[in-house]
């Protein structure tokens, strides 16, 4: 499967955002730099399109406030993705849980 890494935070669609949303924004495009793993990349990939892609401003607040409160460690921000993974079935991953 072709790896849909995430955009720079400087692309005008994103750069428009808040400041707290860059910030969360931010912080996943570290967490996806730093991945040690693929299924850490997925994770961070997972998280930072469900901010590009939010459907509502209440979703976007909701995953900013998320993201804050689990910032902390790449360990919990993976076990965000992980949370969101196991939970939307329609993100396209490959058979073998790869990106």
Do not use: W
């Amino acid at each position: 499967m072709v790896s849909l890494r995430l955009p720079p935070a400087t692309q005008p669609n994103i750069a428009d955002h808040e400041p707290n949303v860059l910030s969360a924004y931010n912080t996943i495009l570290e967490f996806e730099r730093n991945a040690k793993t693929r299924r850490d990349a997925l994770h961070a990939r997972i998280l930072g399109y469900l901010i590009l892609l939010a459907p509502s401003i209440d979703v976007l607040n909701e995953m900013v406030k998320v993201v804050d409160l689990c910032s902390q460690t790449h360990d919990t921000l993976s076990g965000l993705g992980q949370y969101f993974l196991d939970r939307v079935s329609c993100l396209p991953v490959c058979s073998d849980g790869t990106s």
